[in-house]
């Protein structure tokens, strides 16, 4: 149980341009910002503009294995998952038994309704 109301409307976000698998596409790399730096968490917004879906997918796959978070300072492992069609979940150890991730998603700017 939540407290928070789910909703549910039954109309998508309509895109700026395009259909759904049009663009714009941006992708999104979201992670926790270095020990007890402020904000705790960090959302980078990447420049590129994609006009196609799988070119943007393509650049957040890669994004997905080669970002370096601040966090950990030193690591030693990186698993890449997918998260549903739009996003990974990516889990990297540090050299100590601590895990950090951060998510990687692709992003379409809507109007305001």
Known sequence: MTDYEVYGGDQSPTPRYGGPGEGPWR???????????????????????FVERAEAWQAARKAAFEFKPPDPWS?????????????????????????????????????RP
């Open 27 to 49: 992708v999104v790399i979201e992670y926790a910002n270095g020990g007890q730096a402020k904000p705790p968490t960090v959302v980078k917004v990447g420049r590129s503009v």
């Open 75 to 111: 690591p030693s492992g990186r698993e890449v998952f997918q998260d549903g069609p739009d996003g990974f979940l990516v889990v990297i150890q540090g050299a100590s038994t601590k895990q950090f991730h951060m998510t990687v998603r692709l992003v379409q700017p809507i109007d």
